[in-house]
């Protein structure tokens, strides 16, 4: 982000991370159908496959090379490492225990974002903001329930899922200025390949594709890529305290969806569970954005 026009940026990085939201809550639609026609190996397969000529084709018209020695960085090794994680074991709650609870829980990533910006980049994080992180992970409790009778196991694959996704954002930041976006997201569509190749096998293997289940993962791979390549663009674009809190507003198009495609009715707990994590995190965002206005006294 350069420093001539930081408001600026970060309004780009706004926009570009609500568009992701909303193309990766559609992602998940087209994912689940998915996962009930075929393995989930062989869906991040077509995920990555779609992805791969999409943004290898756009590093060519660009002129770049699609592999460069960047890719043994540690950090790109590292986010690429989170994202196949991530994205398995998201995919295993979406076809597990539906679209709304995975992405309730999900809500919760802005927050460990921060936690792990602290470790990874130096971050400076006061009490408050911790204080709202624990907050923020009591609301994903109040969404699972751990030990009541409608407890599902199966929505901690989604508590995964958001943390491998967090790290795979802040591992973002690491990466040389150097290194194109388009590079990063075609180096994370390409992993998904032998990845999910060999999550199939464990999972009896490929099975043919029909015209319907087809037309499910292209879609998919369309809308998933359009959505990696927005969200690698705004963590690169605007603040990171800034921009990752409104990944909240995946939930608002995942419910729609879920309802709409799928007859999903979260219970109170769900939505209460929602409003603590979402409202954990928007506190940090505006006691971030309350400091950052504060007069910095001159040397003296």
């Known amino acids: 982000m350069t420093a001539a026009n ?31 026609a075929m393995p989930k190996g062989q869906v991040m397969v077509f995920l990555g496959l779609g992805g791969a ?17 960047d890719f043994f960085t540690p950090a790109l090794l590292m986010r690429n490492g989170a994202d196949v994680m991530g994205t398995f ?7 597990t225990v539906g679209i709304a609870l995975p992405s309730a829980i999900l809500q919760a990533t802005p927050l460990a974002v921060t936690g792990l910006a602290v470790v990874l980049l130096g971050e400076k994080v006061g009490w408050r903001r911790w204080a709202a992180i624990v907050v923020g992970f009591s609301g994903v409790l109040i969404i699972i329930r751990p ?15 958001m943390l491998f996704l967090a790290l795979r954002d802040v591992s973002t930041r690491l990466m040389p200025p150097s290194t194109p ?7 994370a569509m390409i992993i998904l390949l ?5 999550i199939a096998q464990f999972q009896g293997g490929f099975v043919p594709l029909t015209p319907q289940s087809g037309a499910i993962v292209m879609a998919a791979s369309l809308l998933g890529a359009a959505g990696y390549f927005c969200i690698v ?13 409104f990944r909240y507003s995946r939930i608002f198009f995942a419910l729609i969806i879920g309802y709409l495609i799928f007859g999903e ?7 209460l569970g929602c409003v603590v994590t979402i409202g954990a995190g928007l506190y940090t965002f505006l006691r971030e954005a309350r400091l950052n206005r504060r007069p910095v006294a001159p040397p003296l």
């Open 233 to 245: 663009q705004a963590m690169r674009t605007g603040e990171i305290s800034v921009v990752a809190p």
């Open 194 to 198: 032998p990845a999910g190749s060999i």
């Open 6 to 36: 930081p408001a600026s940026d970060n309004l780009r990085g706004i926009a570009l991370i609500v568009v992701a939201m909303a193309f990766f809550a559609a992602t998940d639609a087209c994912v689940k159908l998915g996962a009930e």
């Open 181 to 187: 976006s388009l590079r990063i997201a075609a180096y």
């Open 89 to 95: 074991c998201f995919m295993t709650a979406l076809a």
């Open 265 to 271: 009715q979260p219970d109170a707990l769900t939505y």
């Open 147 to 161: 030990g009541a009778t409608g407890f599902d196991p199966n929505a901690l694959w989604a508590v995964a899922g």
């Open 53 to 69: 000529i999409i943004f290898s084709t756009l590093l060519r018209v660009q002129g770049r090379r699609v592999f460069a020695t």
